[in-house]
């Protein structure tokens, strides 16, 4: 089963960027989808992004639409979200997640069975 390790977290001003990073390592052959994931205190997990591992086709959260930026290294294995013009708004813990199989809401948290630790993003204004 694949394993995910996030990094790139960190405190940031409002408007600057960010990139993070997702290395996946042990059964990414049979990975289907990989996503971002993103929790404020005293909110519920939302969905950020995703990719397909095999197309490399994206999908994001209107929030971020046009902001944040998901792709995908296939010689180390790992997922990057570009962040620019951060707000505020977008302080949470972001994770990654993966899952094997399609046919299920790619926004779907609940569906994704691996995941990493997370990282925390703090934006100040």
């Known amino acids: 089963q694949v394993q995910l390790v996030e990094s790139g977290g960190g405190l940031v001003q409002a408007g600057d960027s960010l990139t993070l990073s997702c290395a996946a390592s042990?059964?990414?052959?049979?990975?289907?989808?990989m996503g971002w994931f993103r929790q404020a205190p005293g909110k519920e997990r939302e969905f950020v992004a995703a990719i397909e591992w095999r197309s490399d086709r994206a999908y994001y959260a209107d929030s971020v639409k046009g902001r944040f930026t998901i792709s995908r290294d296939s010689a180390t294995n790992t997922v990057y979200l570009q962040m620019n013009s951060l707000k505020s708004a977008d302080t949470a813990v972001y994770s990654c997640?993966?899952?094997?199989?399609?046919?299920?809401?790619?926004?779907?948290?609940?569906?994704?069975?691996?995941w990493g630790q997370g990282t925390q993003v703090t934006v100040s204004s």
């Open positions: 042990g059964g990414t052959y049979s990975i289907y989808i």
């Open positions: 997640a993966a899952r094997y199989y399609r046919g299920t809401p790619y926004y779907r948290g609940d569906l994704y069975p691996y």
